[in-house]
């Protein structure tokens, strides 16, 4: 299936054009039809559930920036994630998770797969030890996340890969910060990778989607069983709009990230700051692993105000060119607090009530983004 395309930018742009098969369209067009007829002809596909030409564009291009054999499109990242989490455990099996995970795909792992019996070990992941120390004998799955979600806490990925094959055990990552831009787990030795199209991949705060990618074979199956089964596809119209995001994907990436590096200096230095998390500042504690295992950095960081969550709140809401929202990875730039309850201050390693704030550096002049912080943080020193 891999093409002649095999630079990053060459993907994103022209990967999946076939302009013969699409009458010369310099936009391939959207399949938005649910079956295929059979009488004439059989193209290959039968039902949108199974497959459609439109998703498979984005699946092929997802798969090339993975440097992956193929890839399944899912209607948003939890559908991806939980579709994964799935394909590898049964009945009365182990995971061994990272702490700061992704706080729904914690939900799905700590408390709905109870009911299965499956049981979960969490270790910080800072150390290859802690991983081999949780391995028990029904231990089937190592669940990542690297740079994980609030405090972008990295774990060694071609060690955890080591370890797992050593033991039999199935590793999936949760790619969504670093995108297939920045780093691709599948070349150090993990076997699943997971995307929420919704942040970087989709860009445009307009759709939902998620991604797997892996190889051939276990994508075929999962595409019949937690795919197909769960029925959590990705739309064709969804799918379509994803094709158009992909193809800014690289230069965006870069201005985010140029951006980025010069806010988390720039809260670093600040007096109401007291201590920033961004994997791409060299005061972060696993800088080098970053640099080893990663090409780049994204967009969104987190850093710690000696305040409470109203008095941070209240500074935040005067900034003009933030909004105050969830999710992250679009054209806009958002900020808010965290509100760190016990279970979450746990999870992160940081204290019950600390003045969290996450930051998704969008793409508006840089010198607006931090004249404007630098307003609401004077009031916070
Ligand atoms: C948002 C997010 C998800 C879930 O994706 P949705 O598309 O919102 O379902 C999974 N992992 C990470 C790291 C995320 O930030």
């Known amino acids: 299936m891999l093409n002649s395309y095999s630079r990053k930018e060459d993907i994103c742009t022209h990967l999946g054009d076939d302009y013969e ?72 099996d182990h995971i061994i998770c990272i702490k700061s995970v992704y706080p729904r795909a914690r939900e799905l792992l700590d408390s709905y797969l109870r009911k299965f019996g499956i049981e979960i070990t969490y270790v910080s992941g800072a150390a290859v030890e802690e991983f081999e120390q949780a391995i028990q004998p029904n231990t089937k799955l190592i669940y990542l996340e690297s740079p994980s979600s609030l405090i972008f806490a990295m774990q060694d990925l071609a060690a955890v890969a080591k370890l797992a094959q050593a033991y039999g055990i199935a590793t999936v990552i949760d790619n969504t910060w670093a995108t297939p831009l920045f780093q691709n787990p599948l070349n150090f030795g993990i076997d699943m990778v997971i995307h929420s199209a919704t942040k970087y991949l989709g860009g445009h705060s307009d759709i939902l989607g998620g991604a797997i990618v892996s190889r051939a074979e276990v994508l075929e199956e999962l595409n019949f069983r937690e795919r197909g089964l769960f029925g959590a596809v990705m739309d064709p119209h969804q799918a379509w709009l994803l094709i158009r995001s992909l193809r800014t994907l690289p230069v965006r990436m870069l201005q985010h990230q140029q951006s980025s590096l010069a806010m988390a200096t720039f809260l670093e230095r600040h007096e109401a700051v007291s201590q920033v998390f961004y994997p791409g500042l060299p005061s972060h504690p696993q800088y080098e692993l970053g640099q ?56 992160l390693g940081i204290p019950q009530g600390a003045g969290l704030v996450r930051i998704s550096v969008g793409l508006e002049h840089i010198d607006s983004l931090i004249g404007d912080l630098e307003q609401g943080l004077n009031g916070l020193v």
Not at 22 to 35: D, E, H, M, R, S
Not at 49 to 74: D, H, M, Q, V, Y
């Open 292 to 347: 080893k295992q990663m090409s780049g950095y994204s967009g969104v960081m987190g850093f710690i105000v000696n305040r409470s969550y109203e008095q941070i709140m209240e500074a935040l809401r005067g900034l003009k060119l933030y909004e105050i929202g969830p999710s992250w990875g679009g054209f806009e730039s958002l900020i808010g607090p965290m509100k760190v309850d016990e279970q979450l201050a746990w999870h």
């Open 21 to 92: 098969r699409y009458l010369g369209a310099i936009v391939p067009p959207i399949f938005q039809n649910t079956l295929f007829t059979q009488k004439t002809s059989d193209q290959g596909y039968s039902y949108t559930r199974e497959s459609n030409p439109t998703i498979e564009i984005a699946e092929k291009k997802i798969a090339a920036l993975e440097e992956g054999e193929a890839a399944k499109c899912f209607s948003s990242g939890m559908a991806a994630v939980s579709a994964a989490v799935m394909h590898w455990l049964s009945k009365d």
